[in-house]
């Protein structure tokens, strides 16, 4: 599987961003897939998983009830709708695949994609 995220840009303090991300591969379906993020000098941390049918998710608790994650399988594609942003919502995002279950844990995942800068202004 191979993926490829889109989406990230520039956006004041209490905007939205969706970022999208692009899988290859005709076993897209079978995976469940998150969303990671990476600001300048910390650690990649946990945002939100989806699994493989859309049916569960889980999101970090910093995120919830601010931001949605969703999947199309038919498009291969997962989504990251992320509503009332703020400064420390800054980072770099990553979208990864998992042949397990949905996880909040990085070494779950299998394959990665290759991030989109996400920068919210104060």
Not at 41 to 69: C, E, P, Q
Request: with cysteine.
């Amino acid at each position: 599987v191979q993926l490829q995220a889109s989406g990230g840009g520039l956006v004041q303090a209490g905007g939205s961003l969706r970022l999208s991300c692009a899988a290859s591969g005709r076993t897209f379906s079978r995976y469940a897939l998150g969303w990671f993020r990476q600001a300048p000098g910390k650690d990649r941390t946990f945002v939100a998983t989806i699994s493989w049918s859309g049916g569960l998710t889980n999101y970090a608790v910093s995120v919830k009830d601010r931001f949605t994650i969703s999947r199309d399988n038919a498009k291969n594609t997962v989504h990251l709708q992320m509503n009332s942003l703020n400064p420390e919502d800054t980072a770099v995002y990553y979208c990864a695949a998992a042949q397990g279950g949905p996880s909040g844990v990085h070494s779950s995942y299998d394959y990665w994609g290759q991030g989109t800068q996400v920068t919210v202004s104060s």
